[in-house]
């Protein structure tokens, strides 16, 4: 799997905010990065989706399984894999979503979009027998620099609404 990290640096104001709001028991603040970051990665995620390409024959094949009988393949598969998701870090320590390094076992929030296929990357990268068809790359190459601004955006709208609706709370 294609492996791209964005660390976003000149959040510090919006980062102190969010440790403020997040106590040991509480994961506010994990929840509005989350939040903002599958919202700002939509574009890309659907872009990827989008160019995911599909097998020029459409109809189906059949092969056999491990097992002794038979699996239908459906052409399109690869594009119907593409997902994504997020895994908030509650206990502060590597597990099998966050991952094994100390960097990212740091992490509070990881999110993960890709083709969930075992064979993605002979497609993306290309084999010896057939053409590099990059999907993945592309949908990066067109959308980081707008998913990096839209994030900022939108953690700082979503934690000042967090903050007003705990202000109206507290009112009560």
Known sequence: MIDVSVDIHGLSDIEQALRDISNDDSIAGAKIIRSAMMTASLPMFRQMQA???????????????????TVIIQPG???????????????????RNIGNTP?????????????????AHYVELGTEHSPAQPFIRSAIDG?????TQKFGT???????????????????
């Open 51 to 69: 160019t995911a390409p599909t097998a020029k024959d459409p109809r189906p094949r059949k092969r056999k399984s491990r097992r002794g009988g």
């Open 77 to 95: 598969f690869l594009r119907h894999r593409v997902r994504r998701r997020s895994y908030i870090n509650k206990t502060g320590y590597d597990n």
């Open 103 to 119: 960097d990212e076992a740091s992490s509070l929030v990881k999110v993960r979009i890709g083709a969930y296929t075992p064979y």
């Open 143 to 147: 959308h980081w620099q707008g998913i």
């Open 154 to 172: 939108l953690l700082e709208r979503r934690l000042l609404s967090y903050r007003r609706r705990q202000a109206r709370r507290n009112a009560t």
